[in-house]
């Protein structure tokens, strides 16, 4: 069992930013799409601020495109941000922040609200809180897609491998090697541009290379399980090989491919956030923290430097979350601490 302080408490953060991945827009302060609603007046504005907005009605709804708790919804009405207001008769008087005086009649007028950014404002004006939890979102996504993958090829060629040896053992030995010998990072950015920019095209190109270490893992792990005496009575009873390793050889090693697992999602995590940085990973405006870091990069010697900060505090916090996790695991399951 996990009793480690540190372990619960990174369960914790995890379980945290699952949550908050999960829900999306039904709990972002920002629920239009892509949190990508912007007020160039209200640009870095501080954290904490706040703002009102005279809402104007829309001739027509905006067209929803899906649920709202993957898709968001698109601002039923149309914000203005305005210092101040006043209502005379049947019209409302209000000063833009931006802009000339203007005069609305009361019919068209949808309310005036007023909005607390919590984290601030960026550049654009857009939410920071927002985009950072829908930023989550797509990071839990890379790493949980890409380890399925890896999972998938990892166990498989792994399992096969150590437990047919010859020339099958052989073979996917050599695949094992030339792939661990080309760098992550450059063959993760071959792969996306043989596949192209795009949040689906990240998930396959770092689970494309996330596979090689769980193949080492269970392919030792394996070589070391068939040589026991119940594989061997598998073997003088006719069972089949597939069904010798899923019933009988890949229940042991599961152990060893969860630490590898738990490793593998935070490498995912900062191979995702990395690639955003450089611009080759999920395009705007779909908010990523390593496209958040880039994009405000030039802050940090700004009075705005929390802007740059607060993804990568996000990125760093995850990470550590799961490596923590990871060596947990490894100290549980290893017998011989005992």
Wanted: proline share 6%; aromatic share 8%; charged share 15%.
């Amino acid at each position: 069992m996990l009793r480690n302080p540190l372990a619960v408490a990174s369960i914790v953060v995890i379980g945290l930013f699952a949550t908050v991945a999960v829900l999306g827009y039904l709990i972002t302060p920002d629920h239009t799409p892509n949190c990508n609603q912007q007020y160039l007046e209200l640009g870095t504005m501080r954290p904490g601020s706040k703002a009102t907005f005279l809402c104007l009605k829309l001739d027509e709804p905006p067209a929803r495109q899906g649920w709202r708790i993957i898709h968001g919804e698109p601002l039923p009405y149309s914000a203005i941000p305005i210092t101040e207001y006043t209502t005379v008769g049947d019209s409302l008087y209000a000063t833009p922040i931006a802009g000339a005086p203007i005069a609305v009649p009361m019919e068209s007028v949808d309310g005036v609200r007023t909005r607390t950014f919590l984290l601030g404002t960026d550049p654009y004006g857009r939410d920071v809180l927002s985009m950072l939890m829908i930023g989550s979102r797509v990071s839990l996504s890379v790493g949980f897609i890409a380890i399925l993958i890896a999972l998938l090829l990892g166990v498989s060629l792994g399992a096969l491998a150590a437990y047919r040896g010859g020339w099958v053992d052989n073979a996917i030995m050599w695949l094992i090697n030339v792939v661990w010998s080309i760098p992550t990072v450059l063959l993760v950015i071959a792969i996306t541009f043989a596949l192209g920019k795009g949040f689906w095209q990240i998930f396959v190109a770092v689970g494309l290379t996330m596979w090689v270490d769980i193949a080492r893992v269970v392919r030792g792990e394996v070589m070391s399980i068939k040589q026991k005496e119940y594989i061997e009575a598998t073997r003088a009873l006719g069972y089949g090989t597939l069904r010798t390793l899923v019933r009988h050889v890949l229940p042991n090693v599961v152990g060893a491919v969860v630490v590898v697992a738990a490793s593998n999602f935070a490498s995912a995590i900062l191979l995702e956030a990395g690639l955003s940085f450089l611009g080759i990973g999920v395009q705007p405006p779909t908010p990523s923290w390593g496209m958040m870091v880039k994009d405000y990069s030039g802050y940090l010697l700004l009075d705005s430097a929390y802007l740059p900060l607060l993804p990568g505090a996000a990125i760093m916090l995850i990470v550590l979350a799961f490596m923590i996790l990871a060596s947990s695991f490894r100290d549980a399951l290893d017998v011989r601490s005992e």
